[in-house]
């Protein structure tokens, strides 16, 4: 499966981005989907991830209640909805994807990767 991520972009603190990533290839409804970041200098950290019926999402503690991953089967896409956006969440998403059932927070799960997409969020 190939991702491919957009919506990034520059705003202010407290403001909202929606980020979207559409796949390719067939079974798109079959894989775990998620998200990933990558800050300047850090390693990449998770976001949050969603399960193949769309009824179990899990988040980094640090983005609870702030954002929100859903998926829309029906034209392989994930989306990854953010409110309340804080500089320290300034990073390069990365959206991702597994065959496996469970989810996971472990980067080692993800077999596909998207090229990323740059969220900036001013201070």
């Known amino acids: 499966v190939q991702l491919q991520a957009s919506g990034g972009g520059l705003v202010q603190t407290g403001g909202s981005l929606r980020l979207s990533c559409t796949a390719s290839?067939?079974?798109?409804?079959?894989?775990?989907m998620g998200w990933f970041r990558q800050a300047p200098g850090e390693e990449s950290e998770f976001v949050t991830t969603i399960t193949w019926s769309g009824t179990t999402t899990n988040y980094a503690d640090s983005v609870k209640g702030r954002l929100t991953i859903s998926r829309d089967d029906a034209k392989n896409t994930v989306y990854l909805q953010m409110n309340s956006l804080k500089p320290e969440d300034t990073a390069v998403y990365y959206c991702?994807?597994?065959?496996?059932?469970?989810?996971?927070?472990?980067?080692?799960?993800?077999?596909?990767w998207g090229q990323g997409t740059q969220v900036t969020v001013s201070s």
């Open positions: 991702v994807a597994s065959q496996r059932v469970a989810p996971s927070r472990g980067i080692q799960a993800y077999d596909y």
């Open positions: 290839g067939r079974s798109f409804g079959e894989y775990l």
